[in-house]
T-cell receptor
Framework: GQNIDQPTEMTATEGAIVQINCTYQ??????LFWYQQHAGEAPTFLSY????GLEEKGRFSSFLSRSKGYSYLLLKELQMKDSASYLC??????????FGKGTTLSVSS | GAGVSQSPRYKVAKRGQDVALRCDPI?????LFWYQQALGQGPEFLTY????????KSGLPSDRFFAERPEGSVSTLKIQRTQQEDSAVYLC?????????????FGNGTRLTVT
């Protein structure tokens, strides 16, 4: 199997930077995804990392270290609309995407 | 439509009833996935299709759960003799390739409540 761990909840203020960590244990690793899910809505794709390093996409960046089984999602210039659940998901070759339990981020003014 | 469509949006069933949940994936998408999401949890994998072939059903919690995609497009998830523990949001997702490294596009889900 595979274990995916991420913090349950985080809080931050508007304009700040927040880092959401994800650690995983799996064999046959084939990439890591981050999804955003607002309450009552569908998860939406944020980023995909398969090689080590940082992928930057606007205010959001995602980092991967395969040797450490570690990823983080970095959100800059936080806005109220960033309040949501952030899901880390690991792809293993030949299987479907497996999700962590999600991190609920609350952004306050 | 442009996205993944699921129906019904909400379903209330009495314990013991059978239910059928429908998913219309994005046109041309090869892969289709069903996930179950309990309140405050991440999506839990149920089953996966590549075209009409069900390649993985290891996540189905019991033999009361059955999924099909007979023509490689629309899929139906059927739950027989529903139990209270089946109450959850059922998410369908599709992706354009069969390798699983392209992003999943999710529908808004069907919220099932078993009373």
């Amino acid at each position: 199997g595979q274990n995916i761990d991420q913090p349950t909840e985080m809080t931050a203020t508007e304009g700040a930077i927040v880092q959401i960590n994800c650690t995983y244990q799996t064999s046959g690793f084939n990439g890591l995804f981050w999804y955003q899910q607002h309450a009552g809505e569908a998860p939406t794709f944020l980023s995909y990392n398969v090689l080590d390093g940082l992928e930057e996409k606007g205010r959001f960046s995602s980092f991967l270290s395969r040797s450490k089984g570690y990823s983080y999602l970095l959100l800059k210039e936080l806005q109220m609309k960033d309040s949501a659940s952030y899901l880390c998901a690991v792809k293993k070759a030949g299987t479907a995407l497996i999700f962590g339990k999600g991190t609920t981020l609350s952004v306050s003014s | 439509g442009a996205g993944v469509s699921q129906s019904p949006r909400y379903k209330v069933a009495k314990r013991g009833q059978d239910v059928a949940l429908r998913c219309d994936p994005i046109s041309g998408h090869v892969s289709l996935f069903w996930y179950q999401q309990a309140l405050g949890q991440g999506p839990e994998f149920l089953t996966y299709f590549q075209n009409e072939a069900q390649l993985d059903k290891s996540g189905l919690p019991s033999d009361r759960f059955f999924a099909e995609r007979p023509e490689g497009s629309v899929s139906t998830l059927k739950i027989q003799r529903t139990q209270q523990e089946d109450s959850a949001v059922y998410l369908c997702a599709s992706s354009s390739t069969g390798t699983g490294t392209s992003p999943l596009h999710f529908g808004n889900g069907t919220r099932l409540t078993v009373t």
